[in-house]
């Protein structure tokens, strides 16, 4: 009896897996991934915390509700949890996933070792970038099957861990797109931008916030178009495709953060490939 009730009790722990569209879409349990928690019928929503971090909790398919939650690639594969109303916590496994090299040369050398005044400036917008990933707003995203933000074919895919003149450095944070500098870059779902800045790293970006802790950063840009404070509808542009920062041709890098995790933004457009 003892051995049932234990049994019974590691069951419903580990959640059953939920079986909408937008839990197959997106249901990537892998650093860098998703992973789609079920958190079961209720009334109302309840609330979700993974790491101390708000969730992005959604009713699907007017049924169930579930927490979708963005994985850093720091994260260790085995089983994670999900807090829920402050109750006992769900569990969900995370397996592994190989991420390939990329080896790139930089003409600019302050690009790769920057100097005692650029490594000030590098830190001070990477503190005004990650309270910007921090923000986390009441709105339901528009869409979560999202369109690509440019048309043109994905070319350095993310994770990729990189080095810049054979120098290992963070790995590849988002997902590149091949476009002529110029091309119109389209929000992939409605939302806000939050901040836009001239980078040191990513040149001139748009941060745009779709909703509850999902919010993607454009970067690279020749041109942007947009004011921190503007609503976008889906498919409105914020810019126009460059190569200003630390590239080495016009593209457009996509990051896509979910709970302060910076995630695969080809899970979102259908392209994900394991
Ligand atoms: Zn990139």
């Avoid at 708000?54 to 994985?71: K, N, S």
């Avoid at 109303?85 to 050398?109: C, D, H, M, W």
């Avoid at 000030?120 to 528009?142: D, G, V």
Wanted: aromatic share 8%.
């Amino acid at each position: 009896m003892r051995f049932l009730l234990l049994m019974l009790s590691f069951c419903l722990t580990l959640p059953a897996q939920a079986e909408g569209f937008i839990s197959r879409l997106l249901h990537k349990p892998v650093p860098g991934g998703v992973a789609v928690v079920d958190l079961g019928q209720a009334a109302s929503a309840p609330s979700a915390s993974y790491q101390g971090k708000p969730l992005l909790v959604i009713h699907e398919d007017g049924q169930r509700w579930i927490a979708i939650v963005g994985l850093p690639l720091s994260t260790a594969p085995g089983l994670q949890q999900v807090e829920v109303n402050g109750q006992q916590p769900l569990s969900f496994q995370v397996g592994s996933r190989q991420y390939a090299e990329q080896r790139i040369t930089i003409k600019n050398q302050q690009q790769v070792n920057p100097n005692a005044a650029n490594l000030e400036r590098i830190e001070r917008e990477l503190a005004e970038q990650t309270r910007a990933y921090r923000q986390f707003s009441a709105r339901q995203p528009s869409n979560l099957l999202f369109d690509k933000p440019v048309n043109g074919p994905l070319s350095s895919p993310f994770g990729l861990r990189r080095f810049f003149n054979g120098e290992e450095r963070n790995p590849h944070s988002g997902l590149d797109f091949a476009a002529n500098r110029g091309t119109p870059i389209k929000a992939p779902a409605a939302g806000r931008v939050i901040l836009i800045g001239d980078y040191f790293f990513n040149g001139k970006t748009v941060f745009v916030d779709h909703g509850q802790g999902l919010i993607s950063m454009f970067c690279h840009l020749s041109e942007i178009g947009v004011q921190v404070g503007d609503e976008l509808p889906r498919g409105g542009v914020l810019g126009k495709v460059g190569a200003t920062g630390r590239a080495t041709g016009p593209h457009l890098h996509w990051n896509l953060s979910l709970n302060d995790a910076r995630i695969d933004p080809a899970i979102f457009i259908g392209a994900f490939k394991p």
